[in-house]
């Protein structure tokens, strides 16, 4: 991450450089790339996808070995925040690094923001954060990156908009899949942590164990009863399947995986941001596949 850092300070550099020169040389335009912060690297790839060459993008928690949720940010990302045109990070507490690092900078009325769970899907503190798993909110960013890029470059307004359609429509293969998975009747299911959950809402799944995934989510642990009823679906097979986030570690899931592997009760293994190489239509693809190869085994 380090490394990239360093490309966008020198991107910037160049920039600067580039700038002053045709400044000197007469009145030949420059073209300044739109820079771009996105928190998340899901969510950068979506500004990648709408603004094209014509952004600078810097995606700061792009590595799933990097815990999100306890994220600190670095001088330098302050110093690219303080330098963007345009801010993109999930909110609702998901990442408040970046609320701080915005409200730090001198110039931030000249810094656009996209918070993506409250402004693009309603989403509230307290409520689940993890809206990049709702099918509908890629859709909505990069028709909202569109409408904020074009106000700062409106000369390409067509090109962002085309760009969005084109992102919107190269997910067309991941709503087939959706459509195909969907259940006619709610599926009982347990999970780890609340982090699959919209997917699972978006397909009639139905989380049989609300209050135990809120206590994992939150590092503290589960009542007795309520760990007692997980323990007590998987023995049962009353659930479809347990969705377990890999990227925790907490020695009573590992207890449960074991469980589900004694009884026969499939596994379906999510990550809270895109495993390396994997971008956003492959990551989901792949998630979704583990579900429909699980349903059909049934
Ligand atoms: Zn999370």
């Known amino acids: 991450m380090k490394k990239k850092v360093f490309y966008f300070l ?4 160049i920039s600067v450089l580039l700038a002053g020169c045709s400044a000197n040389n007469d009145n030949q335009s420059s073209r300044t790339d739109i820079s771009v912060v996105a ?11 709408v603004g094209g060459d014509l952004v600078e993008v810097m995606s700061i928690i792009d590595d799933p070995n990097i815990a999100p949720h306890d994220y600190e940010a670095t ?4 110093k690219a925040v303080s330098k963007a045109n345009l801010i993109v990070y999930n909110g609702a507490g998901y990442d408040d690094w970046m609320e701080k690092l915005w409200n730090a900078s001198s ?13 693009l899907m309603g989403v509230q503190p307290g409520e689940n954060v993890h809206v990049w798993y709702h099918p509908e909110t890629m859709p909505k960013l990069a028709n909202e990156l569109a409408a904020q890029l074009s106000e700062i470059m409106p000369e390409k307004k067509d090109t962002f908009n085309r760009n969005a359609s084109e992102f919107i429509s190269s997910l067309q ?11 006619s009747e709610p599926v009982l299911v347990d999970t780890s942590e609340p982090v699959f959950d919209y997917m699972l809402a978006a397909l009639n799944f139905e989380v049989n164990n609300p209050d135990f995934e809120l206590a994992i989510a939150e590092g503290t642990d589960p009542s007795p009863k309520d760990l007692a009823a997980v323990q007590s679906d998987i023995k049962e097979k009353r659930i479809a399947f347990f969705v377990n986030n890999i990227q925790s570690d907490s020695p009573i899931i590992q207890n449960l995986v074991m469980l589900t592997k004694e009884n026969d009760v499939p596994v379906i293994e999510v990550t809270e ?4 190489g994997k971008n956003y239509v492959r990551w989901i693809t792949d998630l979704l596949k583990q579900m429909e190869k699980v349903m059909k085994e049934k």
């Open 273 to 276: 941001t895109n495993p390396k």
């Open 10 to 13: 020198f991107t910037i550099i």
């Open 39 to 49: 928190a998340e690297g899901f969510y950068g790839e979506i500004v990648e996808a």
């Open 173 to 183: 293969p991941l709503n087939t899949l959706i459509d195909r998975l969907k259940q």
């Open 75 to 78: 001088p330098s990302v302050s």
């Open 107 to 119: 110039n931030n009325e000249n810094i656009k923001r996209i918070i993506v769970a409250p402004d």
